[in-house]
Structures are given as C-alpha cells and as structure tokens.
C-alpha cells in the first residue's frame, strides 16, 4: 500500500511520535476487507484486542459469528498483506491522529452506535467543548432562501458556543462550515472520504480553515478517495456527534434524510427549517415535520429545544437578538410552549407513524394475491441493484455480502443503507440485512 502527501503536509517533520504495537495492529486489523465496524466490535470482545485477533488461530476465529472461513484466513495472513508501520508513518508526517476506541480522546457519543468507527483519523483538534455540537446538513443545491435562513441561523448558533457539524459537502455543508469559522466558532467536517484527499477539491482551502479551527474526521484511510458507497455511511457518524440535527433544505431523498433517520435511531433532537410550499428542495424538510421534527424559524427555537444546554452556565442566553420569544402563537401560546408540546408528541407521534405504516402493509399484504407482480424497483445504481440482487427474503450475514461483493465492509454497508433508504432491504438482527 502506497501513499502520497496530502496538499496540507506540513512544511517541517513534525517530532516522531512512538508507535504502539497495539494501534500498529489496530489499523492491520482494519485494513482486512470484511471487517467492518459490527465484525470489528465482535472480534475485539472476544479476543480483548486486535493482537490477540491477529493471533488467533483459524478455528477460535471460526467461532465468532459471521466470520466465515475466507474472513478468518484473511485475518490470519494479513501481516503479509498490509504494512501498517506505513501508514503509521504517513499519518504523523501529515499531523494525523489515529484514535482506537481505547483512546481517551475518541469520542464518546461514537462508542453508543450500534457500528462504532474502529479507528477515526483526526486533521485538527477534538476538544471537550465540541461535546456541545450541532449537525447541520442539506442539499448540493441550496436556494437563495436556504442559504439565506442557513447564514443566520448557524452564525447565532456559533457565536453562542455551539460547534457545527457538517459533510464539506457542496451546497449547505459549506456554508455551515464557512460560517461556523467567519464568526469565530469551532467546525467539524465528517468525510467520506481519507482526511488526505479532500472532497469535493473546491474545498480544499476551506478543509485548511477547518483544520485550523475544528477538525477533518473520518473512518476510512487517510488517501482513501471519493466511493459513492462511503457517503451514507458516514452520515450516521454526522448524526452521533451531536445532540441535534438541523436540516435547512432537502428533497425527500438524498443523504440529509438520511442523516435525519440516523438521528431518530440515535435518539437525537431532528430540527427542519420549513421552506415555500412550492419548493422542491424543502419537501424533505416538511414531511420531517409532519413527522414530528422541531420546526426551526430561529435559533432560539433550538436553544428551547435543549433546555440544559441553554442554561448551561449561561452560555446561551434565555433570548437571542434573533426573536422575542414572548411573542404569543396559537390560542395565546408561546413558541416555547408550542415547541415544548412539540417534543412531548415526537415519540407518540412517530410511534403512530409506524403503528398505521404496519397496519397499511398487513391490509395491502392480505389483499394482494401471490401471483400478482412484484412492484416496479426505485432506480438503483449498478452496485446498487448487485448488492440487492444478492439479498433474499432470509437475513444475509454483512460478512458474506463483503465476501460476494468483493468491496470493503464500510463500501457494503453504505449501499446497504442506501437501499434501506429506498424501502428495498431491513436491518435483521446479528449484522443481517434482508429484503422487505
């Protein structure tokens, strides 16, 4: 495995900085394609760490679930494979923090996911106070409304202490990220791609802003380059840093939405900004609120969305210069009283959601006769529609669709939630996915 420096090498070596065997195996055992973050996870509770699963013998990994006999020699051949001393050494030439789950400084809201990244690559600096953090996404192509209501909204948020969390997208990422560092504030940009091979290349100046002033992160390697596969798999990582998800613009599909679902699976607060009844790029935003989501007209409305972080030593004020939040609303009622019902309903209201989405599909289910054609597929991609074809309606282990589809586990597992977005496929206990 070869690498080349990234446009953001520093000019002088920066002092070496000593290997420990154990991250050297760390990253050894996540080069080896079919070991993603569920079979990672797995690994490491049953051998204690990723040198004793480099180590194991063919049988011991046999008995772990879901790996399966060409996984088990892969891990046991990967020191012939990969050298990890180089990349090691790659990442503290371009000042790159490799960060295990046993790192103090990995964060803590990642170790709760269902997949926790089993290495994150850092470009900057994590700090205590980045705790406090929202997400903010939306389309590629934002409107002059949305970029509009995005400026003001994230510049209240950043001034008061709040970092932005964002994808350095194109469209409403970017200017989150712009205008999180043009007040002062602190950003964070997730990748899908390695924190040294910055995408899209219009950002690479603003990637340099935010290492000065935030941090790059990512799961994949440093040189890792764009995989339309690594996008929405990313995304949850997006949602697992904060404490809330704003959505400011966004069709009724793409990766805001589903970014938007990985925050309700977390169980983070989902904020949308309501756009022009007549907008496409605000559908997505609306049936968010239809659903249950915190309608967002200002920054305040947040602020009551989290009531301990407002008066968390008086770093966000009780009323912002943005509005009055005494300005009664419906039958006398203040926003904050509407937005406090608001989020008393979420979980009733999304529990009804599903309740009638379950009684709709056993009614349609009865009534249709089984020789009756399967309906018309979404448009897919081509790994898409290969990765589909290869699922039936009998849960498939990740570990063998790694091993059909011959791409690495976090490619796999982002096609897997772009058809789970779809309607296509379900997750299935025991890292399985199935058809729906």
């Known amino acids: 495995m070869s690498f080349e420096f990234s446009p953001y090498e520093t000019s002088s070596v920066p002092t070496r900085v000593y290997q420990p065997s154990e ?46 006999k060409n996984l088990a020699q892969s891990i046991r051949n990967a020191r012939n494979t990969v050298n990890p001393e180089e990349i090691a050494q790659f990442c503290e030439k371009n000042n790159i923090s490799v960060l295990t789950q046993r790192d103090s400084r990995y964060p803590a809201r990642l170790r709760t996911l269902d997949a926790p990244p089993q290495l994150l690559y850092v470009r900057g600096s994590l700090l205590e ?4 953090a929202i997400a903010v996404v939306g389309t590629r192509g934002v409107t002059e409304y949305g970029t509009r209501h995005a400026k003001r909204i994230v510049s209240n948020l950043a001034e008061n202490g709040f970092t932005i969390i964002s994808g350095l997208a194109l469209g409403v990422d970017g200017i989150a990220h712009r205008v999180a560092l043009d007040v002062g504030g602190r950003t964070i940009a997730v990748l899908g791609t390695g924190v040294a091979n910055i995408y899209p290349k219009e950002h690479e100046d603003l990637a340099a802003r935010i290492i000065n002033n935030g941090a790059l992160v990512s799961e994949y390697y440093p040189t890792t380059k764009p995989f339309r596969g690594n996008f929405p798999a990313r995304n949850r990582i997006i949602s697992a840093l904060s404490i809330g998800v704003l959505v400011v613009e966004s069709g ?9 679902r990985f925050a309700l699976e977390q169980g983070r ?18 049936d968010l609120i239809r659903e249950g989501a915190i ?17 968390n030593g008086g770093v966000i004020p009780q009323k912002s210069s943005d509005d009055d939040l005494s300005v009664p609303g419906a039958l006398g009622a203040t926003r904050a009283d509407l937005n406090s019902i608001a989020r008393r309903s979420v979980p ?7 309740q009638s989405g379950e009684k709709r599909a056993a009614s349609v289910e009865r009534s249709l006769l089984s020789s009756a054609p399967p309906p018309p597929l979404p448009p897919l991609s081509e790994m898409e529609r290969a990765l589909y074809d290869k699922i039936g309606q009998d849960p498939i282990p990740l570990d063998e669709l790694v091993r059909l589809m011959n791409q690495p586990t976090s490619t796999v597992l982002g096609f897997v939630t772009a058809l789970e977005f779809k309607g296509l496929v379900r997750r299935c206990a025991g890292a399985a996915v199935a058809r729906l």
């Open 269 to 286: 607060d989902l904020f949308a900004i309501p756009g022009p009844i007549d907008s496409k790029q605000s559908q997505g935003c609306h």
């Open 23 to 68: 991250l050297l195996d760390e990253i050894l055992l996540a080069s080896v394609v079919g070991v993603g973050p569920n079979i990672a996870q797995s690994l490491l509770e049953t051998f204690g760490s990723a040198g004793e699963t480099l180590r194991a013998s063919l049988s011991d990994l046999l008995s772990v679930p879901h790996v399966g």
């Open 252 to 260: 009724t599909k793409g990766g805001s939405m589903i970014t938007a």
């Open 348 to 354: 009733k209201r999304q529990q009804q959601v599903k």
């Open 295 to 311: 309608l967002v007209e200002s920054a305040n409305d947040i602020y009551n969305a989290l009531p301990s972080y407002g008066t």
């Open 129 to 132: 106070k980045d705790a406090r």
